[in-house]
């Protein structure tokens, strides 16, 4: 029997990683003690907190330990760190290209106000590109929580920041209050602006949410979309019209959409035939990074080493990667399967 290849020296795109939520468990630690920040036990100690996030409570928990641990981020230093060791993680992975979504709103407060946390935002990312080669274009997103008059200025901001890495526009946090629609006009903005659209959907409530991000903001990937498996027809509509969905196996379970890991409809999806990109999501929390994702697949839903390339092309594919690079990475697929 053929031995497993690593999945870490698979080559691959990362679509789906939040800012704060992708940095290391140690730096967050030294950061809080730096700023005298009290963390509380869920996010202190060696194992990732036990969340349940598919009720509002649950979602409120999972939201105050995100909170808390953004608040640590105080100084463009701390930008700095987080984005390099974010990039160094991912290259540990196999990450070629990481698109990173982040909502600058979230950060203006400590950095200066809206334009100056972008600047400090984006000139980590140019930073962390240059000391660890890998590739980092940044996702702007907006919060569903907020009124959608402060989409707008996000996206016309992302607009204005396209020729310093801003590629796409998002829209995250609790699908459940609001509605996609409310948010169209900003979607308009920064696609007229050459931004792809990739809102989250299809994770705490069902394939409405999906169907909402495809017909209200022209949705190009959808973040998570998983719930889309419960809808066939849905399922035939993202494979015909190519729309990748932002997978994150992990997440999944641990906020309570899925009770164990093969209960995700990977092979639902795939059978399909939607295109996949496997994502992290919020690393810290959820305790593990981009290649463990590709483990899942293959441990709990019998992904073969040629099924685990394709989806690593589907993540290339899904991805805003130029065609030069999109044609190398895939070229390094081919390598790992034939090594």
């Given at each position: 029997?053929?031995?497993?290849?690593?999945?870490?020296q698979?080559?691959?795109?990362?679509?789906?990683?939040?800012?704060?939520g992708s940095?290391r468990p140690?730096?967050?630690?030294?950061?809080?003690d730096?700023?005298?920040?009290?963390?509380?036990?869920?996010?202190?100690?060696?194992?990732?907190?036990k969340l349940?996030?598919?009720d509002?409570r649950g979602?409120f928990r999972f939201q105050r330990?995100?909170?808390?641990?953004?608040?640590?981020?105080r100084?463009?230093?701390?930008?700095?760190r987080?984005?390099r060791e974010t990039?160094?993680?991912?290259?540990?992975?196999?990450?070629?290209?990481?698109?990173?979504?982040?909502?600058p709103t979230s950060?203006a407060?400590r950095?200066?106000g809206?334009?100056p946390a972008?600047?400090?935002?984006l000139?980590?990312?140019e930073?962390?590109?240059r000391h660890t080669g890998?590739?980092?274009r940044?996702?702007?997103a907006?919060?569903r929580m907020?009124?959608?008059?402060?989409?707008?200025?996000?996206?016309?901001l992302?607009?204005?920041?396209?020729d310093r890495?801003?590629v796409g526009?998002?829209?995250?946090?609790?699908?459940?209050?609001?509605f996609?629609?409310?948010?169209?006009?900003?979607?308009a903005?920064?696609r007229?602006?050459?931004l792809l659209a990739?809102?989250h959907?299809?994770?705490?409530?069902?394939?409405?949410?999906v169907?909402?991000?495809?017909?209200?903001?022209?949705?190009?990937?959808?973040g998570?979309?998983v719930?889309?498996?419960?809808d066939?027809?849905l399922?035939?509509?993202?494979?015909?019209?190519?729309?990748?969905c932002e997978v994150?196996?992990a997440s999944?379970v641990?906020?309570g959409?899925?009770?164990?890991?093969a209960?995700?409809p990977?092979?639902?999806?795939w059978d399909?035939g939607?295109?996949?990109?496997l994502?992290?999501?919020?690393?810290?929390?959820f305790?593990?990074r981009l290649?463990?994702?590709?483990?899942l697949?293959r441990?709990?839903h019998?992904f073969?080493?040629?099924?685990l390339?394709?989806?690593?092309?589907?993540?290339?594919r899904g991805?805003?990667a130029?065609?030069?690079?999109?044609?190398?990475?895939l070229a390094d697929i081919?390598?790992?399967l034939?090594?």
């Open positions: 029997m053929e031995r497993a290849r690593d999945v870490r698979l080559p691959k795109a990362h679509l789906h990683l939040h800012f704060t940095m140690g730096t967050l630690l030294e950061l809080a730096k700023y005298g920040v009290h963390l509380p036990d869920a996010l202190r100690g060696g194992e990732p907190p349940r996030a598919t509002e979602w330990l995100y909170d808390i641990a953004r608040s640590c981020l100084e463009p230093e701390d930008i700095h987080l984005v990039a160094e993680e991912d290259l540990r992975d196999g990450s070629r290209w990481l698109e990173i979504q982040v909502d950060y407060p950095l200066g809206l334009i972008l600047e400090i935002i000139d980590a990312v930073a962390a590109q890998l590739s980092i940044v996702l702007v907006a919060n907020k009124h959608p008059l402060d989409a707008r200025t996000l996206a016309r992302a607009v204005r920041y396209r890495g801003v526009f998002g829209l995250s946090n609790d699908e459940r209050r609001g996609a629609r409310d948010f169209d006009r900003a979607f903005i920064a007229d602006g050459g990739a809102p959907g299809g994770e705490l409530t069902g394939p409405s949410s169907r909402d991000c495809l017909d209200d903001l022209a949705a190009r990937r959808v998570h979309g719930r889309a498996a419960e066939p027809g399922l035939a509509r993202l494979a015909d019209a190519g729309v990748t994150c196996p999944n641990a906020l959409v899925y009770d164990k890991p209960d995700v990977l092979r639902v999806l399909a939607v295109p996949m990109a994502g992290a999501d919020d690393p810290l929390l305790g593990s290649a463990a994702q590709y483990e697949a441990e709990h019998g073969s080493d040629v099924e390339a394709e989806l690593a092309r589907q993540s290339v991805s805003v130029p065609p030069e690079v999109r044609k190398a990475l081919d390598a790992w034939t090594a």
